[in-house]
């Protein structure tokens, strides 16, 4: 009798050990993915909001990268191309009463991502949000 209840107490830890084996592989599995989630930030990170029927603030933080940042008009007419540098968060107001047109684009790149966003009189829409991916990045 003593030898049957030994045997099953020694079943009932293994399955224990085997069950806290598996949670331990789940909870590392989950860290790994969510630390590789969050290590994938978009660069460079940016925002575009209106201010008023005249202006539009673009709000941009570069981290690794320069980025390149173009403003044009509904016909397509490039109305300002600036360069920032890596390292610097950018907020700047742009005033646009006195450019011909409604809407503008205004796209933001660097090497490794494009956000366009269109600004209209009353809003701003994302139009672009794309990753390039190179084979030396991958």
Request: charged share 30%.
């Amino acid at each position: 009798m003593w030898y049957f209840c030994i045997e099953k107490e020694k079943e009932s830890l293994m399955k224990n050990r085997c069950l806290i084996k598996s949670l331990i592989i789940a909870l590392l599995c989950f860290v790994f993915t969510t630390v590789q989630a969050f290590s994938k930030i978009p660069e460079p990170a940016v925002a575009v909001k209106k201010v008023n029927a005249k202006a539009f603030r673009l709000y941009v933080k570069t981290l690794d990268h320069q980025a390149t940042v173009e403003i044009k008009n509904q016909f397509g007419e490039l109305l300002l191309t600036e360069v920032l540098a890596k390292g610097y968060i950018y907020r700047k107001t742009y005033d646009i009463s006195d450019l011909p047109g409604e809407i503008y684009y205004v796209k933001v790149s660097d090497p490794h991502s494009t956000k366009e966003f269109a600004v209209f009189q009353d809003s701003v829409r994302l139009l672009v949000d794309e990753e390039i991916t190179t084979k030396d990045s991958e």
